[in-house]
């Protein structure tokens, strides 16, 4: 989760010198893992039974409590999600509480539970953004993937509630075996509403023991590659033949120049934090290599026992020195969800980027049998 991915120059630079000084300029909130929807896929969703067993959830008087350490250790975004956020009992003032003291909130959602009531709350004070999950373009995708045969329809009414009262809105996208047959529609529907869209092709697998079983229904690493390319083509548009020329002549001529470092490739636990419903906080939500307690421990001792494990981790070798990784999304959380071990390298994630390259090959030539 990336509560900083919409940032401005500016503010980017902000993040970019919390990176090098190590601050928590930026965190997520995991405020409960239940969900009105029961997605194939889910990491997170737990049955209010099984969260009962596990944890129950922190009231909102906690979080603003914890809140109030974090923006002293210099946290200025946040992102709360869930499960679903807009089931958690204190949702409003939460919020109300984490704008007073000065946060930049963005919240994910599914976007299914947006009605007049909630769109007016937010209409009050805007968040920075309203992440919605496009899980379909119909409402049998829905049906299908997520368990909600009127998903879809009750989404764009979210969506329209939200606009109506200019209130900023980005789609996700994650494919999966039943939703990949919607990609043009997904960001066609996206297009049209003027909405900007992420989708994404690689998909972690769950690392929490009881969701588990649910990697079965990801994409395998060529599916994922396809989804990738074809992605792209429909992103870049006309600009997706030079993109792919220069890729692969940077791809070529690649040679690594710099030194290996011992850390994590990405803002987790650098400047961004993660904490789960019960407060477990870690670098992001698939890094399960170092966990600490956040209410028994206080924000302050946790992050830096979270940022000095990073600071110290070593990720594998041989992706320093691959060439691929130009087109690699390798992390510490892809290497350690899929392999259990952060210096290992997460052979998925190997085929699904060897395929890619492969495809952007064979585009290649077909460029140049046209040009000849």
Same mark, same amino acid.
């Given at each position: +989760?990336?509560?900083?991915?919409?940032?401005?120059?500016? =503010?980017?630079?902000?993040?970019?010198?919390?990176?090098?000084?190590?601050?928590?300029?930026?965190?997520?909130?995991?405020?409960?893992?239940?969900?009105?929807?029961?997605?194939? &896929?889910?990491?997170?969703? &737990?049955? /209010?039974?099984? &969260?009962?067993?596990?944890?129950?959830?922190?009231?909102?008087?906690?979080?603003? %409590?914890?809140?109030?350490?974090?923006?002293?250790?210099?946290?200025?975004?946040?992102?709360?999600?869930?499960?679903?956020?807009?089931?958690?009992?204190?949702?409003?003032?939460?919020?109300? =509480?984490?704008?007073?003291?000065?946060?930049?909130?963005?919240?994910?959602?599914?976007?299914? +539970?947006?009605?007049?009531?909630?769109?007016?709350?937010?209409?009050?004070?805007?968040? /920075?953004?309203?992440?919605?999950?496009?899980?379909?373009?119909?409402?049998?995708? @829905?049906?299908?993937?997520?368990?909600?045969?009127?998903?879809?329809?009750?989404?764009?009414?979210?969506?329209?509630?939200?606009?109506?009262?200019?209130?900023?809105?980005?789609?996700?996208?994650?494919?999966?075996?039943?939703?990949?047959?919607?990609?043009?529609?997904?960001?066609?529907?996206?297009? /049209?509403?003027?909405?900007?869209?992420?989708?994404?092709?690689?998909?972690?697998?769950?690392?929490?023991?009881?969701?588990?079983?649910?990697?079965?229904?990801?994409?395998?690493? %060529?599916?994922?590659?396809?989804?990738?390319?074809? @992605?792209?083509?429909?992103?870049?548009?006309?600009?997706?033949?030079?993109?792919?020329?220069?890729?692969?002549?940077?791809?070529?001529?690649?040679?690594?120049?710099?030194?290996?470092?011992?850390?994590?490739?990405? /803002?987790?636990?650098?400047?961004?934090?993660?904490?789960?419903?019960?407060?477990? +906080?870690?670098?992001?939500?698939?890094?399960?290599?170092?966990?600490?307690?956040?209410?028994?421990?206080?924000?302050?001792?946790?992050?830096?026992?979270?940022?000095?494990?990073?600071?110290?981790?070593? &990720?594998?070798?041989?992706?320093?020195?691959?060439?691929?990784?130009?087109?690699?999304?390798?992390?510490?959380? %892809?290497?350690?969800?899929?392999?259990?071990?952060?210096?290992?390298?997460?052979?998925?994630?190997?085929?699904?980027?060897?395929?890619?390259?492969?495809?952007?090959?064979?585009?290649?030539?077909? +460029?140049?049998?046209?040009?000849?």
């Amino acid at each position: +989760m990336d509560p900083i991915s919409h940032l401005n120059p500016i =503010e980017r630079e902000v993040c970019n010198r919390a990176d090098l000084r190590h601050i928590p300029v930026a965190g997520n909130i995991e405020l409960l893992p239940l969900c009105n929807m029961s997605c194939k &896929m889910c990491f997170a969703r &737990m049955s /209010r039974e099984e &969260m009962e067993c596990y944890a129950p959830m922190k009231d909102w008087q906690e979080w603003v %409590a914890i809140a109030k350490q974090f923006v002293k250790a210099g946290t200025l975004f946040l992102l709360l999600t869930g499960g679903e956020p807009f089931l958690y009992p204190g949702i409003e003032p939460l919020y109300q =509480e984490l704008r007073k003291l000065g946060l930049i909130v963005s919240i994910n959602s599914n976007g299914t +539970m947006i009605d007049e009531k909630i769109a007016d709350f937010l209409a009050k004070d805007p968040p /920075r953004r309203v992440n919605i999950t496009l899980y379909g373009a119909s409402d049998a995708t @829905y049906a299908a993937l997520c368990g909600n045969p009127q998903g879809f329809t009750q989404v764009m009414r979210g969506v329209n509630l939200l606009r109506e009262r200019n209130i900023s809105v980005k789609f996700n996208c994650s494919l999966t075996p039943y939703n990949i047959h919607d990609l043009e529609e997904i960001c066609n529907t996206a297009v /049209r509403l003027q909405i900007p869209i992420e989708v994404g092709y690689y998909m972690f697998p769950p690392v929490r023991a009881n969701n588990r079983k649910n990697v079965q229904y990801r994409l395998s690493a %060529a599916e994922a590659a396809k989804a990738r390319f074809r @992605y792209e083509q429909i992103r870049d548009g006309e600009q997706f033949k030079d993109r792919v020329r220069f890729s692969l002549e940077s791809y070529r001529n690649y040679f690594q120049t710099q030194d290996y470092k011992k850390g994590y490739s990405c /803002r987790s636990g650098n400047s961004v934090f993660w904490i789960n419903f019960d407060g477990t +906080m870690s670098a992001c939500s698939f890094t399960t290599d170092c966990q600490v307690d956040v209410f028994k421990e206080g924000f302050e001792i946790a992050w830096n026992k979270i940022q000095g494990h990073v600071e110290n981790s070593c &990720m594998p070798v041989q992706c320093h020195q691959c060439k691929k990784r130009l087109f690699c999304g390798i992390c510490a959380a %892809a290497a350690i969800a899929e392999t259990g071990r952060i210096d290992k390298v997460p052979e998925y994630y190997c085929e699904l980027t060897e395929h890619y390259i492969e495809l952007l090959e064979e585009y290649e030539r077909g +460029m140049n049998d046209e040009a000849e």
